[in-house]
Each structure stands twice: as structure tokens, then as C-alpha cells.
């Protein structure tokens, strides 16, 4: 079965032909062809299944101008510091870390990097952190800002342009998270990093080496909300029903290449997503904004005192 283009919707970004369904005898199944839904339509369904972030993070893009964001921020060369990245580009209300921790594969990276947190990596981080701060390296320098009760008061992207220190990648696209369970966290973030903040004192010991008395970490979510393919591959998004997404229970076989699928017979109507629908539907509306994400912080009280390599 082949996908063709003939006479759809501008925002119906999903070539395919028509519904048509046969039954298949030998696995008591049925074999559906895949079918158009309109872009507009997607976070609707997810707010049916429960995926409240994922459709505010797509009624956003949506919504927005539309805007590309700049190969060279992904990967990180012309990215603007995290305060001054432009507003209508970033976001940092939609992803909470109270949100995120009620998934156990989210608390399980975030375990694994709060145990990286003053790693040698991490303080060689920190070095360059309190340099760029101003510290000459001399006395005792107590960093970060602090509520009148002393605890930290500093957001994600203050975090991200003047203090973090180590981070964890995070997720996998459909291709990983079609055998998996298929979230919110999945439908908002994809992959995504986990990046963590130390704060305390640093202090120059007797012995002329340097050391940092930590006191707090933070952790928080960084992400780039957007459909930017990279190269030639034009990245899956899931197949989707007027009901939800597919899951690897309701697909007794599903191909990425898309050409047909075998469900059970309850559903009739699928929709295979890529990264190319949300582009052509910026092509044809002006809408579809990228930007760039960020949570609130989870802070967390530590102690202990580490060597900094002040002079490596």
C-alpha cells in the first residue's frame, strides 16, 4: 500500500489513504490502512488519555508564530545564556518537577544524577562556574542566591547560565518507546536532560588547595520543543487514533516504514505521526513555534566537602 497526497486539508499532514479493512483470519486481527487527522486534533486526544503537559507543550507550538529554532542552539554553540534567551522562545511554566516525579523511571534518573552531583567531572564544572562568577580563588566565597530563611531562590535558567555542573540524558523517541509504556513524559518531552546545580562555599585550605562545602543541589528539566528532523530520517511519533495512541499491546505488528499496520478490531481508524506533518503544517499556517524548555527546580539539602581542581 502506498501513501499519496491528493486533495487533503492544509492541516491534515498525514498521507494517507483512506480506511480500508480486511479481515485476517489467521490471528483473528484486522489489517488497517492508515489514514489523515488533523494536526489540531492531536492534543485533544491526548487530553483524553491523560497526557494534560503533552498538550499544553503542543497547544503551544501550535499556537505560536511560527519559528524554527537554530541548529547551532541544539547543539549548544549560539544558544543565548539561559536568562537571556527571548521569552517568546522559552518556556519554563508548562514542566514542573512535581509533575515529573510521579513517574519512576524520572526519580530513578534523578537519583542517578544527584549521585554525580560533586563528581570529579562535576567540580572541575564548578571550577570554571566560580571563576566565571568572579572568585580569584583567595578567602572563602559563599555562592548562590539565597530566600531570607537561606534557601535557594534561583530559577532553572539562572541555574543553567551560572551554576549547573553536570547533567543525565533522559528518554528515547518512538522507536525505543514503542516497546515501553508510551506517558506524558514520552508526549512532552521525549528525550530530554536532567541538569543539576550545586551550591555552598568554596574556600582555599592552609594547605593551598581548594575545596567546596556544598549545601544545596537542584535539579531541574532543559528541553527543545520542536520537530526538527536531523538528516535524511524523518522521526515517528506514534500511531494515533481518534482514542489515544497505540500501545504495544493494542499492535500485534507495526512497522516504522508505516505502510500498514495489524490492530485488534475494535479500532479501524489509524494515523501514523512524523516530524515532517508538524513542518508542512507550519508551512501552511505561519504558526508552529519551537522553543526552548525548562522546569521549576527541585532543591535538595546536601553536605559533604569536595577538592576542587582549581589549577587542572
Excluded at 194 to 208: D, P, R, W, Y
Excluded at 279 to 304: C, H, M, P, Q
Aim: net charge positive; proline share 4%.
Amino acid at each position: 500500500m502506498a501513501m499519496h497526497i491528493s486533495g487533503i486539508e492544509k492541516d491534515l499532514y498525514f498521507l494517507m489513504e483512506d480506511a480500508k479493512t480486511r479481515p485476517n483470519e489467521m490471528n483473528s486481527q484486522s489489517e488497517v490502512e492508515l489514514q489523515p487527522i488533523r494536526i489540531s486534533e492531536i492534543p485533544k486526544v491526548m487530553r483524553k488519555i491523560g497526557w494534560k503537559k503533552s498538550a499544553k507543550m503542543m497547544e503551544r507550538w501550535l499556537n505560536s508564530p511560527g519559528w524554527k529554532c537554530p541548529d547551532t542552539w541544539k547543539k549548544g554553540g549560539e544558544l543565548p545564556q539561559g536568562l537571556y534567551i527571548p521569552d517568546q522562545h522559552c518556556d519554563d511554566s508548562i514542566i514542573t518537577m512535581t509533575w515529573l516525579m510521579q513517574y519512576p523511571s524520572a526519580v530513578s534518573s534523578m537519583r542517578t544524577l544527584m549521585a554525580k552531583a560533586c563528581s570529579p567531572a562535576a567540580m572541575k564544572m564548578t571550577v570554571q562556574r566560580l571563576k566565571a562568577l568572579g572568585w580569584n580563588g583567595s578567602g572563602t566565597y559563599t555562592f548562590g542566591r539565597r530566600n531570607l530563611i537561606g534557601r535557594p531562590s534561583m530559577s532553572a535558567r539562572e541555574l543553567e547560565q551560572k551554576y549547573q555542573n553536570n547533567f543525565e540524558a533522559v528518554g528515547g523517541n518512538f522507536v525505543t518507546h514503542m516497546f515501553d509504556t508510551l506517558d506524558d513524559i514520552y508526549g512532552a518531552l521525549g528525550t530530554y536532560s536532567l541538569k543539576i546545580a550545586v551550591i555552598g562555599t568554596a574556600f582555599q585550605h592552609t594547605n593551598g588547595k581548594h575545596y567546596l562545602e556544598a549545601e544545596w543541589a537542584g535539579i531541574y528539566v532543559k528541553d527543545f520543543y520542536d520537530f526538527n528532523n536531523n538528516g535524511a530520517w524523518d522521526q515517528p511519533l506514534g500511531y494515533w487514533t481518534n482514542e489515544g495512541i497505540l500501545r504495544r499491546a493494542d499492535s500485534a505488528v507495526s512497522t516504522i516504514a508505516g505502510q500498514k499496520i495489524y490492530i485488534n478490531k475494535r479500532i479501524r481508524k489509524v494515523s501514523v505521526v512524523h516530524n515532517s506533518d508538524f513542518l508542512k503544517y507550519r508551512e501552511a499556517t505561519g504558526k508552529g513555534g519551537d522553543f526552548v524548555v525548562f522546569s521549576d527546580v527541585n532543591w535538595e539539602k546536601i553536605s559533604g566537602t569536595y577538592e576542587l581542581p582549581w589549577e587542572a
